[in-house]
């Protein structure tokens, strides 16, 4: 038996596993954030009490031991720590705002573009990057006082196990990794300010870190595999390996994550490459702001609870009566398939006749508009898998195979957790089934008819677009 645990931004998540992958227990815990003034923040002992709690009840509630566990978790933001992993102060989340006029005037001066020439890393406020600079500028006794600047599963994977922190090659992949030496680009430190912050990056582990637990959650003695982030163990989960293949993740955030043995930097500079623990293997990375965190705003405004999703859309025929929405919500604009900091939601053809329903398909119309344009860029030439807490809405699924004019391989289940197993089991040489493990719960075919539609949608979406990312600057 087998256990992957994923530590996400709102909810914490254990799942138990058999030999052939079957999902035999999830546990989840919830975790807060604190928003304020584009501040977003997370408390390290609530996050990591979440994940002693879920790893209690998952033991409690299936048979026998555990022979290995898999940590994944999200990615990015500054999570300061002592030399035994304690908190310095509170995480900065990947979704933090705070150092959007830094970013701005190193778009300006030419400083994000060189950045991505050189490890194809698309900076955004909330990467660690701009907000180790913003604590350099603004918090110098934070730094001064941390040991390290790790990740989230960095940090619980140190609690868990004991082992001074490092990280894994997919969690540096932002923005300070060189894709082609997989090591860190001191050049890139240095042009962010961060020389006398060095000491701070966490030694990169190659193949991921594997330890020891201690007795927490775990019995002490289990084995366990710190990575990788939770983007690439998604897409380990859903089976996407093959150059082309590509995984959509709908969840807080979009994700759109391509398969590639290619290392193009020129073009626009946006996204990032996610190195794997296959050297000349990665994932071209298009994760967006924009996501369900959008869809819940507007349920939120209106009233609508999610259960009643699904008939809403059935309710309005596609292009939601005229009603439109860029879909970009989050504080710190969007970061892929762009970077603009300062672009914001806007809701177009809204009348007195506009109901509910026409907003509710608007906004996940847009949602699935903003999925191609980040799928598109990132190379999709291939197969489509598509996982997270979208896909428990049939309607929507149905919805985004039209707008997205393909099929779609339905992953249902903790994607992350099963890929975190995978991973881990790679490391430690347990042979399983990827194939099995992998299997999607339903295909999803899209409608020749609405597919038609949506691409000339499509078309205006981009224009829309065009046009606020203009009006943001």
């Keep these: 038996m087998y256990v992957g645990i994923d530590v996400g931004t709102s909810t914490v998540k254990a799942a138990a596993f058999d030999g052939s992958g079957h999902q035999l227990a999830v546990a989840a815990r919830p975790v807060g954030l604190s928003?304020?003034?584009?501040?977003?923040?997370?408390?390290?002992?609530?996050?990591?009490?979440?994940?002693v709690a879920v790893l209690d009840e998952i033991s409690a509630e299936v048979d026998g031991p555990f022979e290995l566990a898999g940590l994944t978790g999200q990615g990015d933001g500054v999570w300061l720590v002592d030399a035994e992993g304690r908190p310095v102060r509170a995480a900065a989340s990947w979704m933090d705002g705070r150092a959007h006029e830094l970013l701005d005037q190193w778009l300006a001066d030419g400083t994000f573009e060189t950045v991505f020439?050189?490890?194809?890393?698309?900076?955004?406020?909330g990467c660690p990057g701009p907000l180790l600079a913003w604590l350099a500028a603004h918090e110098p006794a934070s730094l001064d006082a941390a040991a390290t600047a790790l990740y989230c599963k960095d940090m619980v994977f140190q609690r868990l196990t004991g082992v001074r922190a490092t990280t894994d090659v997919s969690d540096a992949s932002m923005p300070f990794l060189d894709p082609r030496t997989r090591s860190y680009d001191n050049?890139?430190?240095?042009?962010?300010?961060?020389?006398?912050?060095?000491?701070?990056?966490a030694p990169v582990s190659d193949p991921v870190a594997t330890a020891e637990?201690?007795?927490?959650?775990?019995?002490?003695?289990?084995?366990?595999?710190?990575?990788?982030?939770?983007?690439?163990?998604?897409?380990?989960?859903?089976?996407?390996t093959e150059p082309g293949d590509g995984l959509l993740?709908?969840?807080?955030?979009?994700?759109?994550?391509?398969?590639?043995?290619?290392?193009?930097?020129?073009?626009?500079?946006?996204?990032?490459?996610i190195s794997l623990d296959r050297p000349g293997h990665w994932l071209r990375a298009m994760p967006a702001m924009v996501g369900t965190a959008a869809l819940d705003w507007v349920l939120s405004t209106t009233g609508v609870r999610h259960e009643e999703v699904d008939g809403l859309l059935a309710a309005t025929p596609p292009g939601a009566n005229g009603v439109r929405v860029l879909p970009y919500f989050a504080p710190s604009g969007e970061r892929a398939p762009f970077v603009e900091p300062r672009l914001r939601a806007e809701l177009t053809g809204v009348s007195l006749e506009s109901t509910p329903a026409d907003l509710i398909r608007a906004t996940c119309e847009g949602i699935g508009y903003a999925a191609r344009h980040c799928l598109e860029a990132a190379g999709l030439t291939g197969s489509l898998a598509v996982c997270g807490g979208g896909t428990r809405s049939p309607a929507w699924m149905r919805l985004l195979a039209d707008v997205l004019g393909r099929p779609l391989r339905v992953v249902e289940g903790e994607v992350g957790a099963r890929g975190a197993v995978l991973a881990a089991a790679e490391r430690y040489g347990v042979p399983l089934d990827a194939g099995?493990?992998?299997?999607?719960?339903?295909?999803?075919?899209?409608?020749?008819?609405?597919?038609?539609f949506y691409a000339k949608g499509f078309e205006d979406h981009l224009a829309r677009l065009a046009a606020a990312r203009h009006r943001s600057r």
């Design 35 to 51: 928003m304020r003034g584009g501040f977003v923040e997370q408390d390290m002992d609530e996050v990591y009490g979440a994940v």
């Design 436 to 452: 099995v493990w992998t299997r999607p719960t339903e295909i999803v075919e899209p409608d020749a008819g609405r597919a038609a």
């Design 117 to 125: 020439r050189r490890t194809g890393s698309a900076m955004f406020p």
């Design 249 to 273: 993740i709908v969840g807080t955030c979009l994700a759109g994550l391509v398969a590639t043995t290619e290392l193009d930097l020129s073009g626009e500079p946006a996204g990032l490459y």
């Design 187 to 201: 050049g890139v430190v240095e042009l962010l300010g961060l020389t006398r912050r060095r000491r701070l990056l």
């Design 213 to 240: 637990t201690r007795g927490e959650g775990l019995p002490a003695g289990t084995r366990i595999a710190n990575g990788p982030y939770d983007l690439p163990a998604c897409a380990l989960g859903a089976g996407v």
